[in-house]
């Protein structure tokens, strides 16, 4: 089975400061990471995986598998980052032929940049 | 492009009556995922549709059913609601996984918020 766990609920921080908001996880298999986040008033939204290894909107995250660890980091955070963030991990099922990505999400963290 | 679409946006159901939600994949995405999201938590997975059938299922009990259409269209439903089935309802479309590619991306519908009484 697997699991995600984001430990903060809230983050606050002052425009410009660093952030990082903190996964860990759990899985027997090799893991598939995600950030997802959500804007006010807006769907859910895919922002960076792992196996591309790069930075969106100046956020990148590193998998590190001794710590089981994903978290997703910012060196100047900007209002407009203020969000919900969730951390997920994709389990992938091979079944016939095909495969089915279930993604298990964290309860996510809010972090609010304050000017 | 047309993104997912949900519909009802939001609905009130009273305690063991029956719901449908339906949802609209992107176009071109064949594949359809279900999930649940209670308040406070993170989405949870119910279950995927593929080629109008149920290739995937998280731990939700029967009662939590549903369809894929021919144009790729989905409705979950769920049969004698609870108060704990009071939450979000969202649908994510994407193209089926390959064998050699690990994952695609699902795209998120808005959602539809139930409400059980």
């Known amino acids: 089975a697997q699991r995600v766990t984001q430990p903060e609920k809230l983050l606050s921080v002052f425009k410009g400061a660093p952030v990082e908001l903190k996964c860990n996880y759990s899985?027997?298999?090799?893991?598939?990471l995600f950030w997802y986040v959500q804007y006010s008033r807006q769907r859910l939204q895919l922002l960076l995986r792992?196996?591309s290894r790069e930075s969106i909107k100046g956020f990148t995250a590193d998998l590190n598998k001794g710590e089981t660890s994903f978290h997703l980091k910012k060196p100047f955070a900007q209002e407009e980052d203020s969000a919900m963030y969730y951390c997920?991990?994709?389990?992938?099922?091979?079944?016939?032929?095909?495969?089915?990505?279930?993604?298990?999400f964290g309860q996510g963290t809010i972090l609010t940049v304050h000017p | 492009e047309t993104g997912v679409t949900q519909s009802p946006t939001h609905l009130i159901k009273t305690r063991g009556q029956q719901v449908t939600l339906r949802c609209s994949s992107q176009s071109g995405h064949n594949t359809v995922s279900w999930y649940q999201q209670a308040l406070g938590q993170g989405p949870q997975f119910i279950f995927q549709?593929?080629?109008?059938?149920?290739?995937g299922r998280g731990n939700f009990p029967p009662r939590f059913s549903g369809l894929q259409f021919p144009n790729y269209s989905s409705e979950l439903n769920v049969n004698a609601l609870e108060l704990d089935d009071s939450a979000l309802y969202l649908c994510?479309?994407?193209?089926?996984?390959?064998?050699?590619?690990?994952?695609?991306?699902?795209?998120f519908g808005p959602g539809t918020r139930l409400t059980v009484l």
């Open positions: 549709y593929y080629r109008e059938e149920e290739n």
């Open positions: 997920a991990l994709s389990a992938q099922i091979n079944a016939g032929g095909t495969s089915y990505g279930k993604l298990t």
């Open positions: 899985y027997s298999g090799s893991p598939e």
């Open positions: 792992h196996i």
């Open positions: 994510a479309s994407s193209l089926p996984g390959l064998a050699e590619v690990s994952y695609n991306e699902q795209f």
